[in-house]
């Protein structure tokens, strides 16, 4: 079983930053995938971005070139630099691990971008 403790959520004005934290306990494989989806009211969930064990990066088309995410396997934690935040990036944000064919979701974690 793996648990996900996402943090780093908040409100924050247009053209601000913030950084998600994603930190997997429990039985963790070194072969997996960590990334961040993400929905808004209405709409249905979509992909941020995600990083491979190896260090290959995927990144949804709304938010190449402003987030960045990168990962520690050490701690077994993703992280999400998101820069020129835009007020449709307004959503929950979900933290997910795959491993062996199995999805683990987090909590999720509320960004608010204000006009």
């Known amino acids: 079983q793996v648990h996900l403790a996402e943090s780093g959520g908040g409100l924050v004005q247009a053209g601000g930053s913030l950084r998600l934290s994603c930190a997997a306990s429990?039985?963790?494989?070194?072969?997996?995938?960590m990334g961040w989806y993400r929905q808004a009211p209405g709409k249905q969930r979509e992909l941020v971005a995600r990083?491979?064990?190896?260090?290959?990066?995927n990144y949804g088309e709304s938010v190449k070139g402003r987030f960045t995410i990168s990962r520690d396997n050490n701690k077994n934690t993703v992280y999400l630099q998101m820069n020129s935040l835009k007020p449709e990036d307004t959503a929950v944000y979900y933290c997910l691990e795959t491993q062996r064919g199995n999805d683990y979701w987090g909590q999720g974690t509320q960004v608010t971008v204000s006009s």
């Open positions: 429990g039985t963790i494989f070194p072969l997996n995938i």
């Open positions: 990083i491979f064990s190896g260090g290959s990066i």
